[in-house]
């Protein structure tokens, strides 16, 4: 069966639990738990509001990615909680390339001037994979007030939806 790209249900939760810590703690080595990130315990409230959505791919069915669209206000929306299991990564699946079309998409809908990102030093291929899709890095002072910084975030970028070509 293909993989399958969605908007969250509540039944996911636990699939996204087990599919985001993993990489954070132990592929990563970034010391987070998930009571440092209450979000993935209430994604409706957090990210289903306003313009903002969150999106799990799905294989045989497990969650193998996940992507939102946090609405900060101003037209301006950040992408979170982008996460692709080992398995599933690279061109063969497409997983992330996927992700991120339905969100870029949904940002451009829904009239979205720009999606702005904060992301690891650690995550190198997320690095690339954001420069290859149009992403630009931008400083950390550059960011617009109402962006929800994390404390592990040192990179960021931005992107205007309308510039994306699926």
Do not use: C
């Not at 039944?11 to 998930?34: A, R, S």
């Not at 290859?132 to 205007?160: C, H, W």
Request: hydrophobic share 40%.
């Amino acid at each position: 069966m293909p993989m399958q790209i969605r908007p969250f249900q509540p039944e996911d939760t636990q699939g996204i639990v087990q599919l985001i810590l993993p990489i954070q703690t132990e592929e990563f080595g970034i010391p987070i738990t998930l009571e440092d990130q209450p979000d993935l315990l209430d994604i409706q409230n957090f990210y289903q509001q306003g313009q903002g959505n969150f999106w799990v791919a799905v294989q045989d069915g497990q969650v193998v990615g996940t992507i939102s669209l946090l609405d900060i206000g101003n037209n301006q929306g950040a992408l979170r909680k982008m996460f692709v299991h080992p398995d599933f990564r690279g061109k063969p699946f497409g997983t992330a390339q996927k992700l991120l079309e339905v969100l870029l998409s949904w940002a451009r809908e829904k009239g979205m001037k720009e999606v702005l990102l904060g992301t690891t030093a650690k995550y190198l291929a997320a690095h690339r994979f954001y420069e290859k899709n149009g992403f630009v890095q931008m400083e950390a002072e550059d960011l617009p007030a109402n962006f929800p910084r994390m404390q592990v975030d040192t990179r960021f970028y931005r992107i205007s939806p309308d510039q994306y070509i699926l």
